[in-house]
């Protein structure tokens, strides 16, 4: 089955430093990637994502690139502050024959401090 | 406009007692599923929906009842809690025809403890 695996946190930096957040997927065909976000207390918004192989997907000052030869979906940033403080999921869509679901990893939190 | 609105915010129930969530939204999506959060696991699918009418099954559905009357709601019943169903509940709903590409929007999360 589908499955997505993201590096356990949290992780902590300091404001202005450099983030990456690893994703690794299986998919048995070609799913879309996304990432989400979830600050304290309220639900997921979507951050960004990629529908096909080489698609970079930005917002805010994120970024990840589909990599299919690495399965790979990391999120990177290169200036973090504060407010990017959040639980960050990586998931994968697929349309399959039980319907169309989004699968999660387990998310990674970030902490980011002055 | 309100996007996904669920209800309770938080809720303790002791063990055998039923209980429903409330879920809606304001943006026509056919598409309606609810989600569990538990810490370390990720978010798993507990039921979906394509349309008023039609509902099924998702990862993890045992304990858990759902119907969909309206494009609008999409309540999640609990017919006999248990210590296990303590968790965190998202609802969440996008449009159908966007396929595996389209982007879902979900609630702000109901916070439930079985004691």
């Known amino acids: 089955g589908n499955s997505v695996t993201q590096m356990e946190g949290p992780v902590t930096l300091s404001e202005e430093a450099f983030l990456t957040i690893n994703c690794t997927y299986t998919?048995?065909?070609?799913?879309?990637l996304f990432w989400y976000v979830q600050y304290p207390g309220e639900g997921l918004q979507l951050l960004l994502k990629a529908t096909k192989a080489d698609d970079k997907g930005s917002n805010k000052g994120f970024e990840a690139t589909y990599r299919k030869e690495t399965t790979s979906f990391h999120l990177e940033k290169g200036s973090v502050q504060v407010s990017d403080s959040a639980v960050y999921f990586c998931?994968?869509?697929?349309?399959?024959?039980?319907?169309?679901?989004?699968?999660f990893g387990t998310g990674t939190q970030l902490k980011v401090e002055l | 406009n309100a996007g996904v609105t669920q209800t309770p915010k938080f809720q303790v129930l002791k063990t055998g007692q039923s209980m429903t969530l409330q879920c809606a939204q304001d943006?026509?999506?056919?598409?309606m599923s609810w989600y569990r959060q538990d810490p370390g696991m990720g978010l798993r699918l507990i039921h979906y929906?394509?349309?008023?009418?039609?509902?099924d099954q998702g990862e993890v559905p045992n304990g858990y009842n759902v119907s969909r009357s309206t494009t609008e709601d999409f309540p999640l019943r609990l017919l006999s809690a248990a210590p296990s169903q303590t968790s965190v509940y998202f609802c969440?709903?996008?449009?159908?025809?966007?396929?595996?590409?389209?982007?879902?929007?979900f609630g702000p999360g109901t916070r439930l403890t079985v004691l």
């Open positions: 943006m026509n999506h056919e598409y």
């Open positions: 969440a709903s996008r449009r159908l025809a966007g396929g595996r590409t389209d982007t879902q929007y």
């Open positions: 929906s394509v349309g008023a009418g039609i509902t």
């Open positions: 998919a048995t065909g070609y799913p879309s």
């Open positions: 998931a994968l869509s697929e349309l399959t024959g039980g319907g169309n679901k989004l699968t």
